[in-house]
């Protein structure tokens, strides 16, 4: 997947008002409008200019695609960081606007196709708030163990010049013990202020978690990379490995391989049932750096009659 360089589309800086991007769209829209135009690829150009649009036009949307696309260029390989939109405050308002397949992958790899909900509620005159959402990292020892959390959220909003610009708030959050990566958390009363005497909005707050070399999560399991000796793995040991909730004893039988895995059953993220830890072996060669290790090593290779290419994808014998 190639980056999209949105600005570049509409040939304007990154700086643009969103009057500008407003004119640069119209213009465009109607060079490459295919009932019109004359272009041969003027189906295809249309739309890159109705996404770009898309993006560029809503404060929020363009705020997050600015603070990770600033790292990027038109046309370069591109993934989606991690949790690349984490802290961005962003209304409950539809994401797709209809087109299905009109939308890039780039686009969906960044927005998706999500729905949101209808929007304030009427009633007697009076309208509720919208929902907010937010996606927030915490700490796999956080899911674990519960934690009282202070969070900053970033809030896009345009200034008088018609620029974005970010506004902060802070906001002390309760992370229950056993929350797991994509649950929501509801905080009632913190999304859009209300009109008339309307309610406000809830503000939701999805949990990621955040990346750890050295713990991986799949739902309530947690998996971890356990390095081990080649004596250790050939002939068995005990040994103290850290998980997530402190220390423990592993006994590691004696003939295993790289890529074994070792249960430790209700060890996971706490819930009912409470999730599984599993330790992944791996096998770790000392170096040989001197001559007494390289001949120790000549010595290993002499006592045993091994060639681990006999035998592709079978066991060692």
Do not use: C
């Not at 956080?142 to 970033?154: F, M, N, P, W």
């Not at 791996?282 to 006592?303: G, Q």
């Amino acid at each position: 997947m190639k980056f999209k360089d949105y600005y570049e589309v509409f040939g304007v800086e990154r700086t643009a008002t969103q009057d500008e991007i407003k004119r640069a769209y119209r213009k465009l829209a109607r060079k490459y409008h295919p009932d019109v135009s004359k272009e041969p690829d003027a189906e295809a150009r249309f739309k890159e200019v109705g996404e770009a649009y898309e993006v560029l036009k809503d404060p929020e949307k363009r705020a997050a695609y600015d603070q990770m696309g600033s790292q990027w260029k038109s046309g370069q390989d591109f993934e989606p960081p991690p949790n690349w939109n984490s802290g961005f405050e962003f209304s409950d308002r539809d994401f797709d606007t209809g087109g299905g397949g009109d939308h890039s992958d780039f686009f969906e790899a960044l927005f998706g196709r999500r729905t949101g909900g209808a929007g304030a509620h009427r009633a007697r005159g009076h309208a509720q708030g919208r929902d907010h959402h937010a996606k927030i990292e915490i700490e796999l020892l956080d899911a674990y163990r519960g934690a009282q959390r202070s969070i900053t959220l970033r809030v896009p909003m345009i200034d008088a010049k018609g620029t974005v610009t970010l506004e902060e708030r802070r906001l002390d959050v309760t992370v229950p013990k056993g929350v797991r990566e994509g649950q929501h958390l509801r905080l009632a009363g913190q999304g859009a202020p209300g009109f008339g005497e309307g309610p406000a909005g809830d503000l939701y707050l999805e949990i990621a978690f955040r990346p750890d070399g050295q713990f991986r999560v799949e739902g309530r399991d947690v998996y971890m990379d356990l390095p081990l000796a080649p004596w250790e793995a050939a002939l068995g040991a005990a040994v103290t490995a850290t998980t997530p909730d402190g220390p423990v004893q592993l006994t590691v039988p004696p003939g295993s391989a790289a890529g074994r895995k070792l249960r430790l059953k209700g060890k996971g993220i706490p819930g009912v049932p409470p999730g599984d830890l599993y330790a992944v072996l791996s096998i770790v060669l000392p170096l040989a750096d001197t001559e007494a290790r390289r001949e120790a090593f000549r010595a290993f290779a002499k006592a045993f009659d091994f060639n681990p290419r006999s035998n592709p994808g079978g066991k060692p014998s």
